[in-house]
C-alpha cells in the first residue's frame, strides 16, 4: 500500500511535465490502482482553451487506456502550487464518480507541503451516476 505521503511525493515527481503555457498553473496528480501500481497525469492546455485536459482526467483516461477498470482506483493525490487546497474541478469530480467508489480518498496539498484528506463522496455529494430512465 502506498502511503499518502508516498503519492503525493510520485504526483510531485511529474508535476514539470504540465503543459500550461497559458495558464502558468501547473497540476499533476498520482492514482493508486488496487493491484498497487501508480498512474500520474499532468494537465496538458490548448490554445483553444476548452480543448486543456486536466491533471485529473489525463491520469484517470491513461489508467483505463492501459486497461484498468471501474473500482481499480484505490487513493487519488492531487498535486501543485497553490497557497491553498487544491480541488479538482467538477469535470474532474464527474470522471471520477465515473470510475470511484464515494469512499476513495483523495489527498489535496497546497504548497506548504500541508495535506488535507477528504472523499470522493465529500467532494461529490448526490453525483448524478446512472440513466434510471422510466421506460416508455
Ligand atoms: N487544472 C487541473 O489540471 N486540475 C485541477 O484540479 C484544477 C485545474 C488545470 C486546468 C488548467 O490547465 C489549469 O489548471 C488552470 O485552470
Known sequence: MTTAKELIELAKEV???????????????????TDGRVIRGVNVENVS??????????????????GYKKGNIRAIAIVGK?????????????????????????YL????????????????PMAFKELDRIEE
Do not use: H, W
Not at 508535476?15 to 490502482?33: G, I, K, R, T, W
Not at 486536466?54 to 483516461?61: G, L, Q
Not at 497553490?82 to 483523495?106: G, H, K, S, W
Open 15 to 33: 508535476l514539470d511535465n504540465a503543459y500550461c503555457p497559458y495558464s502558468q498553473f501547473p497540476v499533476s496528480c498520482a492514482l493508486e490502482m
Open 109 to 124: 496539498t497546497k504548497a506548504d507541503g500541508e495535506v488535507l484528506t477528504t472523499t470522493l463522496g465529500e467532494l461529490s
Open 82 to 106: 497553490t497557497t491553498n487546497y487544491l480541488a479538482p474541478c467538477q469535470i474532474c469530480r464527474q470522471v471520477m464518480v465515473e470510475f470511484c467508489d464515494p469512499t476513495t480518498p483523495i
Open 49 to 66: 482553451f476548452g480543448a486543456t485536459n486536466c491533471a485529473e482526467r489525463s491520469a484517470i483516461f491513461t489508467a483505463i487506456s492501459q
